[in-house]
């Protein structure tokens, strides 16, 4: 692929510290780049200079002119009169003018009779008309409707004045007009803030499909996985580039690290030596050998070993919780509205304990609604809500008002419920969840997005809860902050109860969904979010993200069905059901996993006492079945994409490029094989 980006040595400071230090990188055409790395480490500072908007203090971006670059800015509203519709069309303003410059033209040839002048205009109609051909310009209406729709804009909508327009609109409609420029390079931090899931999903296909080359900032790790082939981790000022998308890259991460860490530890060994031999023979008979390895120290810190690059995920956990009853929570027929329209009705579930459930639905189903219910901070409408015996809640509310602004962070994760909790206690537990420091006695109301939320979190594991109700608990977090938390969530003992637009948490965490559908009604499914998709696109349940209003939005946009693995066992709801197997064959301690048949049943490994014979020799090293499980899911998910990737029309056409991804699905299919064989030893040994 052709080079159209050259960035070398960029070099920036906000104060004594730099922001970026040496970042070097090449873009090619087509690349889907998706740019990791911790909160505060320069990405954006980093996509500003490509833009244009910053200066580097040194370095040089080296691009053809020819090459356009365009920036999804979070701009604020305007006091503009135009609509939605006109609003978009600026960002056509040059096909426009070349549509008026045709017709014009075409005019003229019909009322010119000179040779010469005939035989000039019509060389700029051809040219003309060839580009507009080129570019689709004769169908722009169609276009910008679809990139509207696309966004999350109805019919009825495209006629409201940008004035008229939130933050949240604003940005969706700067998006729209940024993907109608079609530049050759688009620069996106956080494209997917304020969409919906079906909007996101849109633009997923769309950033997969378009020729030009992307650069994405994203904390959504699904969507990472969707759109991107290749991976810069900016840390410490530096890029370090990896092959693939987010969960390829989370394997290659792990591999480099050991071989930097090996590669250190060797190093530091080294110089041990050379000090310990120094020290001890500089006066005595092997002086002249404490002389040589003096200078090869010298010649070792001329040159030191890089130190490993790991990004640091914060320890977070919860303690163990005491024992609820069976049943926590018991929902008979609940129903709730506002204002004569209903939300949900007739809800009828039982939680149990230690199962972890997801709540999912559009914007404005009810959800949150139904978790003050489940509260009893909200009275429902009809039925009713029992809950189980000996609950302890911790409520993590997404506007996070259980944090007192005016308190120093220390002392405001201080339960009510505990009278003896010393600051040295507080300041450990703020730790675990990666406030340090100075942090700890900033005021809730100086801290970042993130950091409050971390706080929060660290509020919610100091009441130690039994029950965790979270809503929308990975907003401001990070990708390793969110890892964290997630591995937290799914190693507490208790009951979960969520919400989440995180796609990638839910899959990782929830073992059941409560899906809020269109005209309120509910479907309860044992699962995750993989489960979920798959079954809407086998056409065994409904799409909740698509009421009647939004399925012409739908169509209008050409959103097609989600896609599902190729390859059988790839992915998905057939990891459940492989595990499942695994479990049973094994007859291991109730694990809670659950697979989803054709007729929306739930199946649930059941309790039973194993056994233990004499062991035979272990064929694998110790892992715990979880880390196992985690890699599973990753090299799962690299298959899908692999498998996606395969339907790309770009992709059916090279021979090549069929070959290699035929090959990687065999390689990982392999590797995936002898993983299923290691948890089942590690499921029999561990248990």
Not at 444 to 459: E, P
């Amino acid at each position: 692929m052709e080079v159209i980006l050259t960035v070398e040595h960029l070099r920036k400071h906000f104060s004594a510290e730099p922001v970026l230090v040496d970042v070097s990188f090449q873009l090619r055409a087509g690349d889907k780049i998706g740019l990791v790395g911790p909160n505060g480490c320069g990405k954006t500072t980093l996509l500003n200079i490509l833009a244009g908007r910053e200066e580097s203090e040194k370095g040089t971006i080296d691009k053809a002119a020819s090459i356009n670059v365009g920036y999804l800015e979070q701009r604020p509203g305007t006091d503009s009169v135009r609509t939605i519709l006109d609003e978009a069309k600026l960002a056509l303003t040059p096909l426009i003018e070349m549509q008026h410059e045709a017709e014009r033209i075409a005019e003229q040839l019909a009322g010119t009779t000179d040779e010469n002048e005939l035989t000039k205009l019509a060389n700029r109609y051809d040219y003309l008309h060839e580009s507009l051909m080129r570019r689709d310009a004769y169908h722009l209406d169609h276009r910008i409707e679809k990139i509207l729709h696309g966004v999350g804009f109805m019919d009825n909508e495209l006629t409201k004045p940008v004035s008229a327009l939130s933050g949240g609109e604003m940005n969706r409609l700067n998006l729209a007009k940024l993907l109608l420029e079609e530049p050759d390079i688009l620069l996106l931090d956080e494209p997917s803030n304020h969409l919906d899931l079906l909007a996101t999903e849109w633009l997923e296909n769309f950033l997969r499909d378009t020729p030009a080359a992307v650069i994405l900032v994203s904390h959504d790790r699904y969507f990472l996985d969707r759109v991107t082939n290749r991976t810069l981790e900016l840390y410490h000022g530096t890029i370090d580039d990896f092959p693939g998308n987010f969960s390829k890259y989370t394997l290659l991460k792990e591999e480099r690290l050991a071989v930097q860490t090996r590669t250190y530890e060797k190093y530091i060994e080294e110089i041990e030596k050379a000090k310990e031999f120094i020290r001890r023979n500089h006066y005595g008979m092997k002086a002249a050998q404490a002389e040589d390895r003096r200078k090869k120290l010298e010649r070792l810190q001329e040159t030191p070993a890089d130190l490993p690059r790991k990004i640091e995920s914060p320890p977070m956990h919860f303690n163990k919780p005491s024992r609820t009853g069976d049943i926590v929570f018991r929902c008979e027929e609940v129903s709730k509205g506002f204002t004569e329209q209903p939300l949900f009705r007739d809800l009828t579930f039982d939680i149990e304990r230690g199962q972890r459930w997801a709540i999912l639905g559009p914007n404005g189903c009810g959800k949150t609604t139904l978790l003050k219910c489940m509260l009893h901070q909200i009275e429902a409408d009809t039925g009713r809500i029992v809950h189980g015996q000996g609950l302890n809640i911790g409520y993590f509310d997404q506007q996070l008002h259980v944090l007192d602004d005016s308190q120093q962070v220390v002392d405001a994760i201080r339960p009510k419920s505990k009278k003896i909790f010393e600051e040295p206690q507080r300041r450990s537990l703020l730790g675990t969840f990666g406030l340090t420091g100075d942090q700890q006695l900033q005021t809730v109301s100086s801290l970042s997005g993130g950091q409050r939320c971390r706080a929060a979190l660290a509020l919610l594991a100091a009441e130690d809860a039994n029950v965790l109700i979270l809503d929308e608990p990975t907003n401001h977090l990070d990708l390793w902050a969110r890892a964290a938390l997630e591995k937290a969530v799914r190693e507490f003992e208790g009951t979960v109860i969520f919400i989440s637009h995180d796609r990638y948490f839910v899959d990782r965490v929830a073992d059941h969904l409560l899906i809020i559908q269109p005209d309120a009604r509910f479907k309860v499914l044992g699962g995750n979010y993989t489960d979920f998709r798959h079954m809407v696109a086998k056409g065994l349940m409904a799409d909740p993200f698509l009421t009647d209003a939004f399925s012409d939005r739908k169509a209008a946009a050409g959103v097609g069905k989600a896609m599902v693995p190729a390859i059988k066992g790839s992915g998905g709801a057939g990891s459940v059901k492989k595990m499942e197997k695994a479990a049973e064959k094994k007859a291991v301690k109730a694990a809670g996993v659950t697979g989803v048949a054709a007729d929306v049943t739930v199946k649930t490994v059941t309790k039973d006492v194993v056994t233990k014979k004499d062991k035979k020799p272990r064929k694998f090293p110790f892992r715990k079945t979880t880390d196992i499980e985690e890699e599973i899911f990753a090299r799962e998910t690299h298959i899908m994409m692999l498998n996606e990737d395969l339907q790309r029309p770009d992709v059916a056409r090279d021979g090549e490029k069929i070959r290699t991804a035929y090959l990687e699905i065999k390689e990982e299919q392999e590797k995936i094989k002898l993983l299923y064989e290691h948890w089942e030893e590690a499921a029999e040994r561990n248990s």
